[in-house]
């Protein structure tokens, strides 16, 4: 009978840890907004650096040869 019994409260406790594991989990819905977030942001990343060099090479672009001879240069040091 004690060992019934003892086997019992295993089986409940057992059984506690996986609801309360369970229950620790966010819904679907949370974790289906939480990826739209995510993918939204790495959208707004990706156009931010897209603008990004194609303002670069519209500002190169300005300058005369000699000046964008020197940006080269200078682009090239800071890459070593």
């Not at 009978?1 to 840890?17: D, Q, T, Y």
């Not at 790495?42 to 020197?70: F, I, S, W």
Request: hydrophobic content about 35%.
């Amino acid at each position: 009978m004690k060992l019934f019994i003892r086997r019992i409260v295993i089986f409940l406790a057992a059984l506690l840890l996986v609801v309360g594991v369970d229950a620790q989990k966010p819904s679907r819905k949370v974790r289906k907004a939480e990826h739209k977030a995510e993918k939204k942001e790495t959208q707004q990343k990706k156009a931010y650096e897209k603008a990004r060099q194609k303002e670069l090479k519209r500002r190169y672009k300005m300058q005369n040869p000699e000046v964008q001879k020197r940006m080269k240069q200078s682009k090239k040091m800071q890459n070593i």
